[in-house]
């Protein structure tokens, strides 16, 4: 049997993706970003991103079905992200994912935004072992997850009880004088600092929190202590060395994370690890998760920067594993949801 070749459309937030799969076969991953549109107001406007997909929609199709060789009505499926995200942004990808089905005669599925960023690494590295440990941190969310099955069984172990990972990120670059988005400028930032400079609190992992929040992440402490101390060097007349509070502040970050993910692969036995997300594009983080993992023999499943952040991608294979696996599509009054769980994973 031919694998399947399924169009994924991304609008969960300020990019535009369009993904052309066949199988676990990356074919076109074509990317409208805003991001500067957003840039001058320190974060995502909702109603600026809206409008930048109505914009950017048909464009970015075009170029991923020129860039992948193919005809539209040569795709199987569309596969959309039906949630999480801003609601007027889903808005647009959903509807031009209903019109393509309706306009192509073609079967549509309504995917979950963080089940994708899961799935994305098949096109890297084959199918998921199973179950896997997935460990996913972007700008919106920070989760932890025991995936048995990508397509329908996915148990949510941690989350963030306050800022997601790059939320803090975004923060702090702000505190430091940073551009927005702030990763990757705290990123290049902290590669000329000395991550022990300053320590900065590891939020939630006291053995106190460990009762309650064993798998859950806090970075709102953590985002208020390095506020603090800037604030106070700066009244006491000291320089305020950016790179080395910039490299402290992401030590911080990633040795939480590292620290739960490995607790739960190997609280539940579980020895592959998938990490996805925005964040997942940090260097400390992938240098981090490839030190732990290895002490602690667990595989780690990472994709390449470029897949971490949000993209048509992983949405198109996400959509080529449900048709792969036969799961059955969404019905096309399937509605958007901004807080879709992530035991939803198909609309």
Same mark, same amino acid.
């Given at each position: ?13 300020d990019?535009?993706g ?7 076969t990356? %074919?076109?991953?074509?990317?409208? #970003? ?6 001058r !107001? ?8 809206s ?11 075009e170029?991923?079905? @020129?860039?992948?060789?193919i ?6 499926a ?17 509807a ?7 306009? %192509?005669?073609?079967?549509i ?13 098949q096109?890297e &590295? ?14 919106? &969310?920070?989760? %932890?997850? =025991? ?5 329908q ?27 927005? *988005?702030?990763?990757?400028?705290? +990123?290049?930032?902290?590669? /000329?600092?000395?991550? &022990?400079?300053?320590? !900065?609190?590891?939020g ?5 929190? %460990?009762v309650?929040?064993? !798998? +859950?992440? #806090?970075?709102? $402490? ?13 009244n ?21 994370? @590292? ?9 539940? /036995? ?7 997300? $925005? ?6 983080l992938?240098?981090?998760? =490839?030190?732990r ?11 390449? *920067? ?12 996400? $959509? ?9 599509? #969404? ?15 198909v609309?």
């Amino acid at each position: 049997m031919t694998e399947p070749l399924v169009l994924g459309i991304e609008t969960s937030c300020d990019e535009t993706g369009i993904g052309i799969v066949r199988g676990t076969t990356l %074919l076109a991953d074509a990317v409208a #970003s805003s991001v500067d549109e957003h840039a001058r !107001f320190g974060g995502v406007v909702p109603e600026v991103a809206s409008r930048a997909h109505l914009e950017a929609m048909v464009p970015t199709i075009e170029r991923a079905c @020129m860039t992948a060789g193919i005809r539209l009505d040569d795709v199987d499926a569309i596969s959309v992200t039906s949630g999480p995200g801003l609601a007027g942004a889903l808005l647009v990808g959903v509807a031009a994912a209903k019109a393509l089905a309706v306009a %192509l005669n073609k079967p549509i599925y309504g995917v979950n935004h963080l089940a994708a960023h899961v799935c994305v690494d098949q096109l890297e &590295h084959g199918y998921l072992d199973q179950p896997s440990i997935a460990l996913l941190v972007s700008g919106g &969310h920070s989760s %932890l997850l =025991r995936v048995a099955d990508v397509t329908q069984d996915i148990e949510p172990l941690g989350q963030t009880i306050d800022d997601a990972a790059g939320e803090a990120f975004d923060k702090i670059a702000r505190v430091l004088g940073l551009p927005f *988005p702030g990763g990757p400028y705290i +990123d290049r930032a902290a590669q /000329d600092g000395n991550p &022990h400079a300053i320590d !900065f609190p590891r939020g939630l992992t006291s053995p106190k929190d %460990l009762v309650k929040h064993r !798998f +859950d992440v #806090s970075f709102s $402490g953590l985002k208020t202590a390095v506020a603090r101390w800037v604030e106070r060097e700066q009244n006491s007349g000291n320089a305020v060395i950016v790179n080395d509070v910039a490299a402290s502040f992401q030590e911080a970050v990633v040795d939480v994370l @590292m620290r739960k993910a490995i607790d739960a692969c190997l609280t539940y /036995d579980v020895n592959t690890l998938v990490i996805g997300g $925005g964040v997942a594009a940090n260097s400390r983080l992938r240098t981090i998760a =490839r030190e732990r993992c290895q002490e602690h023999n667990i595989t780690l499943r990472i994709p390449s *920067p470029a897949l971490c952040t949000d993209n048509g991608a992983m949405v198109a294979a996400l $959509g080529s594993e449900l048709v792969r696996r036969g799961r059955s599509e #969404s019905r096309l009054d399937f509605g958007t949801q901004s807080s879709m769980n992530i035991t939803e994973v198909v609309a």
